[in-house]
């Protein structure tokens, strides 16, 4: 190793593990002269909190497991999803560990009184749900609240979702998802943060603090799940289920930071991918799972497959029936076997075949048993019917809408079009879109689970409207449907636009057209909808496009047409109310993008924190790497959001131009000064380049972010302190090295800002 290496290693490589190492190094997942795995410190700020698990836990989890039966402990394994499946098992020799996807108070205390009251050691179930961004009550969509970089937001949204939910009886919800991506067409960019690994980790983190607390067996509380490990993001061609290929170091640099800020969290459970990473599954993959998460991310909560993960091995390649996949899935170190049965099936013939090891299920088996004892199901397996939440309180609107209008981003104001103010602009309103009257497609993907959120439909634009504007003339004309070819109704949506003194013009996505198994080769609106923007635009009347999607959508047609667009994403209960606030001026938007929008499907994937390349895209040079036929660059960047004060950022300094290697710092301030007469919000985004380094580095990485409110001509002082963790990388021997030499540091309001400074490490 260098002399200008820094290694942290959790455990080295000895003679237990250089076996399954090689075996690892041969498939390509690590470099066979690598000799321990590193990990860099903590580089986030997070808003999480270690989980307190008191030492008699343990001694309760080991007192237990002595006297499981193996049959017992093999039933611990499995995860089951529906009401008869897990009857059936309850009444076997195996009870299962938990049930999934079952709702309603009733039902689950009937499940749980089976498992404490009615089998041998009355081992209580954990209930699992898809509690993404609401139980009851749905809040933004986590790429959404991403754009508030605000981890209060996911806190708040956590917090509430896990009170409704636990006290209607769930204990566990798959969230937060961290799947940094840079691929648009991948329906579950959705349900993360974006391109960012620094923003996803310190929102990962701040959310698990929100849904587990310090101690998650409290009430008002749930074990969160982190998913899904790994690299999921990185699907090829944006196709849900698809392969992922990916060199270690950016394995390492981009997609595990997340879920290593959420184990520093306390996170309870994780959940492993469908995506292979370099050629192994990662229901498969012992280095991933076994050493990266469990041993040198000292992870002591349990690892659950995904919906048949384990089966899916089969079809993968690499397991030859189910046996095989049980046999692979055990030694890679996934805990607990999500709906399909191979652990139940095979696992006692694989332990006297020796392809498992009776280790290996007490170790599963105890990872279970503590979560469940940190929960605190064995002391209060029951919850109290009477409390189940099935309405939307009004203390948990307001959170709601607060939320969304944190989250929404302005993308456009020509001419200080918005907000809306003065009878020129809000006499006669039309609001004219497919999405102008919608209810549930306002909540976008994953909603519905929970007891009362399909009975709770979000507000409306239209009604958003009418109730901020009593005394304006508002229409609604939708001109086409979400995914219609049915061009008839522009004649009248022209109409309404050419009456009117404004038009909101509200277009996107369904909520089906995002989330799981919803790709999308082409990213623009659905349907006639860009049709419907030409001819609206038609009539001459300044449109106002408000946008309603689960992704970022190719919007040059409206980019065109429109005098302003808010980007509000899929809001949730309070949408129409959120949005109104944002247009009428009641709320200062301050939200920025979390991720790049396109110019077109083509430039896919377009991201900020990309790698130079020897002929950076120069418009005077054709032989630079750049497309004919577009202007370089994204329609709108990374960090970009709009607002309707002004804001200066000034004094951008550095408390030093020398950082030491191994214990220094470097303090970086600014000044930040709203210029207008009118309060608001501003993101200041701090971010480095490595210039020279022994791996090419991306050209900007974001490594600080502070949303601050100020008055009128009010200023404010932020700093960021930046370490050895932040100007360090990891190699692909999977150590994380800090080098000598130059760092550029980039502030400013977004990913493109220019004032740099520069130190250097020594």
Request: hydrophobic share 40%; glycine share 10%.
């Amino acid at each position: 190793m260098s002399d200008h290496t820094i290694t942290r290693r959790s455990a080295l490589i000895g003679a237990g593990t250089a076996g399954v190492l090689g075996t690892v190094a041969a498939s390509g997942l690590l470099p066979a002269s690598a000799d321990a795995v590193g990990v860099a410190p903590s580089a986030a700020a997070t808003a999480g909190h270690p989980v307190s698990r008191p030492g008699a836990d343990d001694q309760r989890v080991n007192a237990l497991l002595r006297k499981m039966t193996l049959a017992e402990k093999i039933g611990q394994l499995q995860l089951l999803n529906t009401e008869d499946l897990a009857k059936t098992a309850l009444a076997g020799s195996m009870p299962p560990g938990g049930v999934f996807s079952v709702v309603g108070a009733a039902k689950l205390n009937a499940l749980q009184k089976l498992a404490v009251e009615n089998t041998r050691l009355g081992i209580p179930l954990i209930f699992g749900l898809d509690v993404i961004h609401g139980y009851t009550t749905n809040f933004p969509i986590p790429l959404a609240q991403a754009s508030s970089f605000d981890p209060g937001v996911a806190v708040t949204d956590a917090e509430i979702s896990a009170a409704e939910a636990r006290a209607s009886g769930i204990t566990w919800t798959y969230s937060p998802m961290m799947d940094v991506t840079h691929e648009p067409r991948w329906g579950r960019i959705a349900e993360g943060n974006g391109e960012d690994p620094y923003l996803t980790s310190t929102l990962a983190a701040a959310k698990v603090g929100g849904y587990q607390g310090n101690d998650y067996s409290q009430a008002n509380r749930l074990a969160a799940c982190a998913k899904h490990y790994v690299a999921y993001g990185g699907t090829e061609g944006g196709r849900d289920y698809n392969t992922v290929d990916v060199s270690i170091q950016e394995l390492h640099n981009h997609y595990l930071p997340p879920f290593k800020a959420a184990v520093e969290a306390g996170v309870a459970t994780v959940m492993t991918s469908f995506n292979t990473v370099a050629g192994v599954p990662a229901h498969a993959n012992v280095y991933t799972v076994r050493e990266i998460l469990k041993n040198t991310y000292g992870f002591d909560g349990f690892v659950v497959s995904d919906y048949t993960g384990i089966q899916e091995l089969i079809m993968h390649g690499v397991a030859g029936n189910g046996a095989d996949a049980a046999a692979l899935g055990i030694n890679a170190g996934v805990d607990m076997e999500m709906v399909s049965t191979n652990y139940v099936d095979y696992a006692r013939q694989l332990l006297a075949a020796g392809r498992i090891t009776q280790a290996q299920i007490n170790d599963a088996v105890r990872r279970i048993l503590r979560v469940k004892f940190a929960l605190g199901l064995f002391e209060h397996p029951y919850v109290d019917e009477a409390h189940e939440v099935t309405a939307v309180s009004a203390a948990a609107r307001a959170a709601a809408r607060t939320a969304a209008t944190r989250s929404m981003v302005l993308l456009k104001n020509d001419g200080a079009l918005l907000p809306l103010t003065g009878t020129h602009k809000t006499g006669r309103i039309a609001v004219i879109g497919p999405l102008g009257n919608a209810t549930y497609d306002l909540n976008g993907t994953w909603t519905g689970l929970g007891t009362g959120s399909s009975t709770t439909p979000p507000v409306t634009v239209v009604d958003g409207i009418k109730a901020a504007a009593p005394s304006a003339t508002v229409t609604y004309t939708a001109g086409c449907g979400i995914d219609s070819t049915d061009t008839s109704g522009f004649a009248a949506a022209r109409t309404a636009a050419a009456q009117a003194d404004v038009v909101i013009l509200a277009v996107g996505e369904s909520a089906a057209e995002s989330g799981e198994a919803s790709a999308r080769s082409l990213i623009g609106l659905p349907g006639v909808q860009e049709q419907l923007v030409a001819a609206v635009a038609g009539a001459g009347t300044p449109i106002v496009a408000v946008l309603f999607n689960g992704r970022p959508l190719t919007l040059q047609p409206v980019v065109d047409v429109a005098g302003a667009i808010l980007e509000a994403w899929a809001p949730g209960v309070e949408a129409g109310n959120a949005v109104a606030d944002l247009l009428f001026g009641k709320v200062n938007p301050g939200g920025k993008l979390p991720v790049s929008f396109p110019r077109a499907v083509g430039q896919i994937p377009i991201y900020y924190n990309h790698l130079n390349t020897g002929r950076p895209a120069d418009p005077l040079n054709k032989y630079t790497s750049k497309y004919l036929d577009l202007p370089s660059g994204p329609l709108f960047e990374f960090g970009f959001g709009l607002s309707y004060s002004t804001f200066e950022v000034s004094g951008f300094a550095l408390s030093s131009t020398r950082m030491n290697r191994r214990h220094g710092s470097i303090r970086v301030t600014a000044s930040v000064r709203n210029t207008s007469d009118v309060a608001g919000d501003e993101v200041v985004q701090l971010y480095i380049h490595d210039p020279v380094a022994s791996i090419a580095q991306p050209v900007r990485r974001l490594r600080g972010y502070r949303r601050v409110s100020l008055d009128p001509q009010q200023s404010t002082t932020v700093s960021f302190t930046l370490t050895p963790a932040d100007v360090g990388f990891y190699d692909n021997q999977a150590r994380f090295v800090v080098e000598p030499g130059q760092i550029e540091v980039y502030l400013g309001t977004t990913s493109s800002a220019p004032d740099k400074a520069t130190f250097t490490v020594v």
